[in-house]
């Protein structure tokens, strides 16, 4: 993978993550402090959507698919670590949410995290002989 590629995928990951945090500052209490089913629904739309996006990212940046797994990585450690950063401070960060409801955030997180990981990893064993 050329340098400009890892530096473009940490940079949008960083822009992702801060997107996403804004988003969750806002509209954080109605998405997590609600009913079951609107949680369920939006914790799966937003694996979904993380997995998407990943998968647009990478073959919009013709990334080849031996390196996906390199690419979903440098995709999602700014967002990694921003995260570790936001939820220790979670009141400063996103105040409109509850402190009980840090633990349905993070698993949205540890959820959308973990796909985008999944989907770099298959595509890139599924590429190798």
Do not use: Q
Request: charged share 10%.
């Amino acid at each position: 993978m050329k340098r400009n590629d890892v530096a473009f995928l940490l940079v949008l990951g960083f822009v992702i993550w801060l997107v996403g945090t804004i988003y969750y500052a806002y509209r954080g209490p109605v998405i997590l402090e609600t009913t079951k089913i609107r949680y369920w629904g939006a914790f799966a739309l937003s694996s979904t959507i993380s997995g998407v996006l990943c998968i647009g990212i990478l073959r919009w940046r013709h990334i080849a698919p031996t390196n996906w797994a390199l690419a979903a990585l440098l995709l999602v450690l700014p967002g990694m670590v921003g995260e570790v950063v936001a939820l220790s401070n979670l009141s400063t960060f996103i105040p409109n949410l509850h402190a009980t409801s840090a633990g349905k955030y993070g698993a949205f997180l540890f959820a959308s995290y973990a796909f985008v990981l999944a989907i770099g990893a298959a595509v890139t064993l599924r590429a190798r002989p």
